[in-house]
């Protein structure tokens, strides 16, 4: 991107503190005004990622996401506000960074990044940073990226660790499937919603992407291409490892099978799960089981409305005290092994966890153990709360 675009007085004194940098300068400066950024998730990242964006100068910043702000978003999510929960994140965020900085352009993507739409909205920007926090969506994220032939700034968090590169594969460096030919087994990595996350860690990974971005638009060495930044926040380190191209990578290797995007391989999502000690791994369910593994929360709500089965909450019991659904047992998940004498084998038990990945572990287990007439409320306590209560606590 070489592109350049004048400055304002008011923008040349707004900037000044870079402009006076060297390695930035005036024509870095420039060069930022004229670009453009797609933001992917306006979320726990992708908060600090738009506001020092803004604040840099960044001309034109994409915000996709298809959510609406949700109070227990606010505790990592900072570009959003009390008073913007349940607007869309996109125009929350659009209002906060225009308020950080009226000489910026900010482009809402109310419907996110879907398979039909990745590349051709990759191609409209310089440069893209992915926020997101699914196994699925990260790599239509890479593979469209490449196909785009755009740089992915990339960024995770898990817990207390965070991790930073830079995916560029046309420049040489390599790509995500490089580390990763394809996505974990579904419900094998907890997401942030059942693992937690500390929040500020959100700003130190969103800071840093922010920067690199920054950094290779204004024309700035020195960035994380081919290497991949490690941070502890529990033990306050940071590691950076180097990061090989992988020959045989589906996506950018000689023979590369991925020539386009092809929205099936993507389908299916990776859904959070508790490693709590003794429940076994899950497989496949028994073939001879007449009750489905897994039902809705509309099923669910009419079979437990009329008596029909019984509702089993696996979750923590400070959970419990967010919200619950009426006339649910409890048992913690880590104590299901030792209660199974609680759980009745001749009536269907409909197990309920947050988003539904404890509770497909705690199913298997179950059924494992002989309990023929068990299934997993999928979505969990969160789709229960979107579609049969409305006014029920999220978090």
Known sequence: MTRRAGLSSEETARYSRHIILPEIGLEGQE?????????????????????????????????????????????????HGTSDVGTPKTASGRRRLSEINPHVGVVEHVDGVRPENAVELFAAYDLVVDGTDNFPTRYLNTDAAFLARRPLVYGSIFKFEGQVTVFDPHAGTPCYRCLFPEPPPPGSVPNCGEAGVLGALCGVVGSIQAMEAIKRLAGVPGGLDGRLLVIDALGMQFRTLKLRKDPDCPLCGARAAIRAIDPARYAEGCAPINHAV??????????????????DVAEAARLAGSGAARILDVREPFELQICRVAGSAHIPMAQVPRNLDQIPRDAHVLVLCHHGGRSARVTQFLRQNGYDKVSNIAGGVDAWARQIEPGMQRY
Request: charged share 15%; proline share 6%.
């Open 31 to 79: 060069r930022l005004k004229a670009s453009r950024v797609l933001v992917l998730g306006a979320g726990g990242l992708g908060s600090p990622v738009a506001l020092y964006l803004a604040a840099a100068g960044v001309g034109t910043i994409g915000l996709a996401d298809f959510d609406k702000v949700e109070a227990h978003n606010l505790q990592r999510q900072i570009l």
């Open 278 to 295: 003794g429940v076994g791994a899950t497989g496949p369910a028994p073939a001879e089981v007449n009750v489905p593994f897994e039902i």
